[in-house]
Protein backbone atom coordinates (compact mmCIF):
# COMPACT_ATOMS: atom_id res chain seq x y z
CA UNK A 1 0.00 0.00 0.00
CA UNK A 2 1.52 3.24 -0.79
CA UNK A 3 0.10 6.76 0.67
CA UNK A 4 0.81 9.87 -0.26
CA UNK A 5 -1.60 13.07 1.36
CA UNK A 6 -2.97 14.29 4.22
CA UNK A 7 -4.04 10.55 5.43
CA UNK A 8 -0.37 9.51 5.02
CA UNK A 9 1.55 9.18 8.45
CA UNK A 10 3.74 12.18 9.84
CA UNK A 11 4.04 11.47 13.13
CA UNK A 12 6.75 14.13 13.64
CA UNK A 13 4.14 16.57 14.27
CA UNK A 14 1.65 14.64 16.35
CA UNK A 15 1.05 16.57 19.55
CA UNK A 16 -0.80 13.71 21.44
CA UNK A 17 1.58 10.23 20.77
CA UNK A 18 -1.21 8.70 22.14
CA UNK A 19 0.60 5.54 21.25
CA UNK A 20 3.43 5.67 24.25
CA UNK A 21 0.38 4.62 26.08
CA UNK A 22 -1.78 2.54 23.69
CA UNK A 23 -4.67 5.15 24.28
CA UNK A 24 -6.64 3.98 21.08
CA UNK A 25 -9.09 6.41 21.80
CA UNK A 26 -6.68 9.74 21.09
CA UNK A 27 -5.60 8.42 18.12
CA UNK A 28 -4.78 11.47 15.75
CA UNK A 29 -6.95 10.74 12.28
CA UNK A 30 -4.25 10.14 10.89
CA UNK A 31 -1.74 8.19 13.02
CA UNK A 32 -0.56 5.07 11.21
CA UNK A 33 -2.08 2.63 13.75
CA UNK A 34 -5.28 3.94 12.32
CA UNK A 35 -4.85 4.53 8.83
CA UNK A 36 -2.42 1.35 8.37
CA UNK A 37 -3.42 -0.46 10.71
CA UNK A 38 -2.55 -3.82 8.90
CA UNK A 39 1.07 -3.18 8.61
CA UNK A 40 1.41 -2.49 11.94
CA UNK A 41 0.19 -5.93 13.03
CA UNK A 42 1.79 -7.42 10.44
CA UNK A 43 5.01 -6.00 12.19
CA UNK A 44 3.66 -6.52 15.88
CA UNK A 45 3.24 -10.40 14.60
CA UNK A 46 7.08 -9.98 13.30
CA UNK A 47 8.42 -9.20 16.20
CA UNK A 48 6.11 -11.90 18.21
CA UNK A 49 7.12 -14.71 16.01
CA UNK A 50 10.22 -14.01 14.91
CA UNK A 51 12.35 -15.51 17.74
CA UNK A 52 15.37 -13.19 16.85
CA UNK A 53 14.16 -10.13 16.15
CA UNK A 54 12.11 -10.26 19.47
CA UNK A 55 15.81 -11.15 21.30
CA UNK A 56 17.14 -8.12 19.86
CA UNK A 57 14.24 -5.78 20.79
CA UNK A 58 13.82 -7.16 23.83
CA UNK A 59 17.63 -6.71 24.71
CA UNK A 60 17.56 -3.32 23.61
CA UNK A 61 14.66 -2.04 25.92
CA UNK A 62 16.60 -3.89 28.69
CA UNK A 63 19.76 -1.74 27.70
CA UNK A 64 17.52 1.34 27.64
CA UNK A 65 16.36 0.94 31.04
CA UNK A 66 19.31 -0.42 32.81
CA UNK A 67 21.40 2.56 31.35
CA UNK A 68 19.06 4.92 30.57
CA UNK A 69 20.72 8.67 31.76
CA UNK A 70 23.78 6.43 32.88
CA UNK A 71 25.52 5.28 30.38
CA UNK A 72 27.28 7.00 27.01
CA UNK A 73 26.46 4.96 23.97
CA UNK A 74 29.81 3.09 23.79
CA UNK A 75 28.63 1.57 27.17
CA UNK A 76 25.18 0.38 25.87
CA UNK A 77 26.59 -0.73 22.67
CA UNK A 78 28.94 -3.20 25.00
CA UNK A 79 26.37 -4.29 27.09
CA UNK A 80 23.82 -5.27 24.50
CA UNK A 81 26.71 -7.21 22.68
CA UNK A 82 27.17 -9.21 26.22
CA UNK A 83 23.30 -9.89 26.50
CA UNK A 84 23.03 -10.88 22.83
CA UNK A 85 25.99 -13.17 23.75
CA UNK A 86 27.82 -11.62 20.71
CA UNK A 87 31.26 -12.95 19.83
CA UNK A 88 32.57 -11.19 16.77
CA UNK A 89 31.57 -7.63 16.61
CA UNK A 90 32.69 -5.84 13.22
CA UNK A 91 33.28 -2.56 13.05
CA UNK A 92 32.65 -0.83 9.76
CA UNK A 93 34.48 2.88 10.08
CA UNK A 94 35.74 6.00 8.13
CA UNK A 95 38.98 6.74 7.74
CA UNK A 96 38.17 10.37 8.50
CA UNK A 97 37.32 8.46 12.30
CA UNK A 98 40.53 6.32 11.80
CA UNK A 99 41.77 7.18 15.40
CA UNK A 100 38.54 7.32 16.64
CA UNK A 101 38.09 3.71 15.42
CA UNK A 102 40.85 2.67 17.07
CA UNK A 103 39.57 3.78 20.81
CA UNK A 104 36.27 2.23 19.87
CA UNK A 105 38.30 -1.01 19.24
CA UNK A 106 40.35 -0.76 22.28
CA UNK A 107 37.34 -0.36 24.17
CA UNK A 108 35.49 -3.23 22.44
CA UNK A 109 38.35 -6.07 23.09
CA UNK A 110 39.20 -4.33 26.78
CA UNK A 111 35.09 -5.94 27.55
CA UNK A 112 36.39 -9.23 25.92
CA UNK A 113 34.60 -9.27 22.69
CA UNK A 114 36.25 -9.87 19.44
CA UNK A 115 36.59 -6.94 17.02
CA UNK A 116 37.25 -7.14 13.02
CA UNK A 117 37.53 -3.77 11.87
CA UNK A 118 37.37 -2.35 8.12
CA UNK A 119 38.35 1.23 6.97
CA UNK A 120 35.81 2.60 4.22
CA UNK A 121 38.78 2.91 1.73
CA UNK A 122 38.98 -1.00 1.59
CA UNK A 123 39.51 -2.20 -2.03
CA UNK A 124 41.16 0.87 -3.10
CA UNK A 125 39.01 1.59 -5.96
CA UNK A 126 39.87 5.06 -7.83
CA UNK A 127 36.44 7.39 -7.72
CA UNK A 128 36.93 7.71 -11.57
CA UNK A 129 35.78 4.45 -12.49
CA UNK A 130 32.64 4.45 -10.13
CA UNK A 131 31.32 7.55 -11.97
CA UNK A 132 32.35 10.51 -9.40
CA UNK A 133 33.44 13.36 -11.75
CA UNK A 134 36.80 15.17 -10.82
CA UNK A 135 35.39 18.41 -9.37
CA UNK A 136 34.20 16.40 -6.59
CA UNK A 137 37.49 15.37 -5.49
CA UNK A 138 38.76 15.96 -2.22
CA UNK A 139 42.65 15.49 -2.83
CA UNK A 140 44.68 16.78 -5.89
CA UNK A 141 46.09 13.13 -6.24
CA UNK A 142 45.95 11.12 -9.68
CA UNK A 143 44.12 8.34 -7.71
CA UNK A 144 41.64 9.08 -5.08
CA UNK A 145 39.62 6.18 -3.55
CA UNK A 146 36.16 5.93 -3.30
CA UNK A 147 34.33 4.71 -0.22
CA UNK A 148 33.59 1.17 0.19
CA UNK A 149 30.72 0.26 2.47
CA UNK A 150 29.49 -3.01 0.29
CA UNK A 151 32.97 -4.02 0.49
CA UNK A 152 33.08 -3.48 4.28
CA UNK A 153 30.07 -5.28 4.31
CA UNK A 154 31.32 -8.27 2.47
CA UNK A 155 34.44 -8.38 4.67
CA UNK A 156 32.52 -8.86 7.52
CA UNK A 157 30.19 -11.23 5.76
CA UNK A 158 32.82 -13.18 5.41
CA UNK A 159 34.10 -13.60 8.85
CA UNK A 160 30.43 -14.26 9.94
CA UNK A 161 30.57 -11.47 12.23
CA UNK A 162 27.20 -11.13 15.16
CA UNK A 163 26.85 -7.43 15.21
CA UNK A 164 28.54 -4.57 13.06
CA UNK A 165 29.22 -1.39 14.35
CA UNK A 166 29.01 1.69 12.01
CA UNK A 167 31.36 4.75 13.08
CA UNK A 168 31.33 7.53 11.26
CA UNK A 169 30.14 6.30 7.32
CA UNK A 170 29.59 9.36 4.84
CA UNK A 171 25.66 9.60 4.26
CA UNK A 172 24.71 7.74 1.69
CA UNK A 173 27.31 5.27 2.28
CA UNK A 174 26.03 4.10 5.44
CA UNK A 175 22.77 3.13 3.63
CA UNK A 176 24.85 1.03 1.57
CA UNK A 177 26.78 -0.39 4.48
CA UNK A 178 22.96 -1.09 6.37
CA UNK A 179 21.69 -2.85 2.92
CA UNK A 180 24.59 -5.21 2.52
CA UNK A 181 25.57 -6.39 5.66
CA UNK A 182 24.23 -9.94 7.23
CA UNK A 183 24.36 -9.12 10.75
CA UNK A 184 22.67 -6.18 12.39
CA UNK A 185 23.99 -2.95 12.85
CA UNK A 186 24.25 -0.30 15.04
CA UNK A 187 25.37 3.21 14.75
CA UNK A 188 27.98 4.62 17.21
CA UNK A 189 29.12 7.89 15.44
CA UNK A 190 27.23 9.77 12.93
CA UNK A 191 29.96 11.48 11.11
CA UNK A 192 29.61 15.23 10.87
CA UNK A 193 32.46 17.10 10.99
CA UNK A 194 30.90 20.99 11.14
CA UNK A 195 29.92 19.89 14.30
CA UNK A 196 31.92 17.97 16.12
CA UNK A 197 29.95 14.77 14.83
CA UNK A 198 27.23 15.97 16.61
CA UNK A 199 24.42 16.23 13.78
CA UNK A 200 21.48 17.45 16.35
CA UNK A 201 23.52 20.76 17.04
CA UNK A 202 21.66 22.29 14.29
CA UNK A 203 18.28 21.14 15.72
CA UNK A 204 18.95 23.57 18.59
CA UNK A 205 20.80 26.02 16.97
CA UNK A 206 18.54 29.14 16.58
CA UNK A 207 20.65 29.99 13.57
CA UNK A 208 20.15 26.75 12.27
CA UNK A 209 16.59 26.77 12.89
CA UNK A 210 16.87 30.31 10.48
CA UNK A 211 18.74 28.36 7.94
CA UNK A 212 16.09 25.28 7.53
CA UNK A 213 13.19 27.52 8.36
CA UNK A 214 12.41 25.33 11.42
CA UNK A 215 9.69 27.02 13.70
CA UNK A 216 10.66 26.21 17.21
CA UNK A 217 8.03 25.28 20.11
Known amino acids: MVMDGLESPRCAYCGVFACYSADYNKLPANCPMKVLSEVVEKAKDE ?11 VEASIIEGSGYMKWPRLREIIEYC ?9 LAFCIGLRRE ?26 KSIVGVP ?25 IDTDLNIALGLCVGHDSLFYRYSKAPVVTFIAKDRVTGHNPAA ?3 SGYYHRVFGIKAH
Open 101 to 126: ANYTSQALENAGLKVYSVCCKVGGID
Open 134 to 158: VEYRLGRGPVEAICNPIGQAYILNS
Open 202 to 204: VIY
Open 82 to 90: KRLNVSKVG
Open 47 to 57: LLTNDYSRKLA
